[in-house]
Structure formats: C-alpha cells, structure tokens
T-cell receptor, first 114, second 116 residues
C-alpha cells in the first residue's frame, strides 16, 4: 500500500465548475501538507501549504486537512481552462521542529473545458 | 528573484555513460532536495543536502548514484554507468528552512534524462 493515495484521473470539468481534488494517507507522522500544480513538462509549482487541520483559503483555492481521517482536499472555485494541469499532493513529517523529505501522490490530471 | 535553476534541461546519454545534473537553489536557500519522476508516477525523494553535507540519502539507489552540494557552486546529481531505467525527469527543490515557517520547497524546471 502506498503511503499517499491519489486518484490519477483524468478529471474533466466545464469552465466555472468547482473542482475537488483529494488524497488519503496512511502515515500518521505526516504533519505538513502541500498542493503543487504541474503543467506538462514543467516543474511543480507550489499552490498551498498547511500544518493544521481545517481549511485554508487563498483566492480561488481552498485546502482542507482532516488529520483524524488522514484525508486532504484541494478545492478550486470558478475553474478556468488555465487550471488544466496535474495536481500533486505532498506531505511530510516534521522532524526536530522542521519538515523534511516530501512524499507525493501520483497526481490528478485536471482538464477544464470551455 | 530567480527561481531554482537546473541544467541541462534535456540530457541524452548512451548506456554506460555518466550523467551530471546541476541545480542552483534560489538565492538565500541553503537546503537542496533531489526528486525523480518516472513516467506516469509521482515524484520520489532521492536525497537532501545542505552545503557540504548530505542530510538524508534514504531515497538514493545504493549504486551508481551520488550527490553533492559544495560550498561554492551548484548541487550536482551524478549517475554513473547509466541504464535505460534511469530515464526520467529529475527535479531539484530548495528551501531556506530557517524555521518551521520556511519549510516550503520550491522546484526547478527539471532535467529530462533519456538513456539510449
């Protein structure tokens, strides 16, 4: 069993839709959670990060963490064609007060259509 | 403020040759991470370095792979005697990591290695 599970998609939605992307994890030591966006043949671009359970909002993006269920989500409101990319969840434990190597999900490919 | 830089962006090697991948972290960042992304797979951690020190190499294959981050110059990921299975995208990330609020890792554009 992988430490981080993520549905690879592809997920196709119409422009303007609300998108929900999810990851589950099995390692209870994970305390630091991130979402990256990766366009084709580019490097991952950080979208959001959080340490705590609950919601964190940044513009059209909301990250949600439920540590009791080991479940994290990224919501994208008013999706745009430019949001079409692969979305990667990533997480790590926090060792000696600081984070370390990231464990990634396999990524969900999102296509926003006109 | 320049981001993480990696070169070359594309590298073609024949089986048995050596591959050297370079990474210059963001200005002010002294922590470097290397990840590998195989086709249709997520990124896998390889090694974490600070200047002149390897902190965690638990993701590095035991043979043929090595990494360094010298006091001056970029971090280098070196693959000796490459095999076709080494073909992948190799990403470098950096962070300032001065305290818990500065853990975020910023990624470079990657080097795509193709072994013929």
């Amino acid at each position: 069993q992988k430490e981080v599970e993520q549905d690879p998609g592809p997920l196709s939605v119409p422009e303007g839709a609300i998108v929900s992307l999810n990851c589950t994890y099995s390692n209870s030591a994970f305390q630091y959670f991130m979402w990256y966006r990766q366009y084709s043949r580019k490097g991952p671009e950080l979208l959001m990060y959080t340490y705590s359970s609950g919601n964190k909002e940044d513009g059209r993006f909301t990250a949600q963490v439920d540590k009791s269920s080991k479940y994290i989500s990224l919501f994208i409101r008013d999706s745009q064609p430019s949001d079409s990319a692969t979305y990667l969840c990533a997480m790590s434990p926090i060792d000696t007060g600081t984070a370390s190597k990231l464990t990634f999900g396999t990524g969900t490919r999102l296509q926003v259509t006109l | 403020n320049a981001g993480v830089m990696q070169n070359p962006r594309h590298l073609v090697r024949r089986r048995g040759q050596e591959a050297r991948l370079r990474c210059s972290p963001m200005k002010g960042h002294s922590h470097v991470y290397w990840y590998r992304q195989l086709p249709e797979e997520g990124l896998k951690f390889m090694v974490y370095l600070q200047k002149e020190n390897i902190i965690d190499e638990s993701g590095m294959p035991k043979e043929r792979f090595s990494a360094e981050f010298p006091k001056e110059g970029p971090s280098i990921l070196r693959i000796q005697q490459v095999v076709r299975g080494d073909s992948a995208a190799y990403f470098c990330a950096s962070s300032p990591r001065r305290d818990i609020t500065e853990e975020t890792q910023y990624f470079g554009p990657g080097t795509r290695l193709l072994v013929l």
